[in-house]
């Protein structure tokens, strides 16, 4: 029974490694590449979290992607050190995935379910406000700004031009 419990502890241990190395990839070797980060963070969400499985909701992995880059934004921008060093580490919220828990929506495939308003209802926590800008709270209640296209992200609220 110790050695079966002790294999499967390795291959955990092996499967979490490659996920956080992955991670650390993205983040490091493309620190200045939004774009290319958040395709590396989606494919170790695709690979890690589901398997491979090639049938995944693509905007699932980018809804989860998002919660990981926040998450770094979060945690190693934001939280004091005093903090991390204590373990007072506020985890944001987690995007509502309940639309993607085998439930199939009737109207999904049509143009009035499509858009901001429709996912708005599926991310708490996030506030949509025009143009890929969406407002998101740290875990201390201050607002930040988050770009979906771009992946941006910012303290001042996006000139209104901008949200048109």
């Not at 309940?98 to 996030?126: L, R, V």
Request: glycine share 6%; with cysteine; net charge negative.
């Amino acid at each position: 029974h110790e050695l079966t419990v002790n294999k499967h502890l390795k291959d955990a241990q092996q499967a979490t490694f490659l996920h956080c190395t992955q991670y650390d990839h993205a983040f490091k070797e493309f620190s200045n590449d939004d774009v290319k980060r958040f395709e590396v963070i989606c494919d170790a969400v695709w690979r890690h979290v589901f398997g491979a499985e090639e049938d995944t909701d693509g905007d699932l992995i980018k809804r989860i992607g998002a919660y990981v880059e926040y998450q770094l934004h979060n945690v190693v921008y934001k939280l004091p050190d005093d903090y991390f060093e204590e373990g007072r580490i506020g985890w944001g919220n987690f995007p509502d995935l309940s639309k993607f828990q085998g439930e199939t929506d009737a109207n999904s495939d049509s143009d009035a379910d499509s858009g901001e308003e429709s996912d708005a209802k599926y991310m708490s926590g996030f506030e949509f406000l025009g143009n890929d800008w969406v407002q998101v709270l740290t875990d201390a209640g201050k607002p930040y700004y988050w770009n979906t296209s771009s992946h941006k992200v910012q303290w001042q609220k996006p000139e209104a031009e901008s949200l048109e």
